[in-house]
């Protein structure tokens, strides 16, 4: 992440940024499992794995820059309880899918689901593609 974060710090556009590295992981999910070898794999884990910190790094800091002072504390208290409050339902889709489709198919599955809530998202949602972020001070 400390690669890649100063790197987007000047994007304008967020929303552009947060939907290519969703896609992006997506992508990876789905490639990974048609890996022929484990050095291609682990490739594939390292630059897809640049995609995570830069989702997570600029929702947190963009939550931190555009939410005025006195309300900083309950949206980052929202966004942690929401983010880690849904990880236990979405392990239990995962492992679900995983006994019902056999790994390899539910990580593809799971990685073309991510890629078009990310498309349709960014297709649909004009104001995702258009935020220029108003930073507060």
């Given at each position: 992440s400390f690669l890649i974060t100063p790197l987007v710090?000047?994007?304008?556009k967020p929303g552009w940024m947060i939907g290519g590295a969703l896609i992006w992981m997506g992508a990876r999910f789905a490639i990974e499992v048609f890996a022929g070898s484990v050095w291609v794999w682990?490739?594939?884990v390292f630059f897809g794995g640049l995609a995570a910190p830069l989702?997570?790094?600029t929702c947190n800091g963009l939550i931190q820059v555009t939410t005025p002072a006195n309300m900083k504390a309950r949206?980052?208290?929202l966004w942690m309880m929401v983010s880690f409050g849904m990880l236990p339902f979405g392990f239990l889709l995962v492992g679900f899918s995983g006994s019902f489709l056999g790994a390899p198919l539910?990580?593809?599955?799971?990685?073309?689901?991510?890629?078009?809530?990310a498309a349709t998202l960014l297709l649909h949602r004009p104001g995702l593609r258009n935020w220029q972020p108003n930073f507060v001070n």
């Open positions: 710090q000047r994007i304008r682990v490739i594939g989702v997570n790094i949206m980052l208290a539910a990580i593809i599955v799971n990685g073309l689901v991510l890629i078009l809530g």
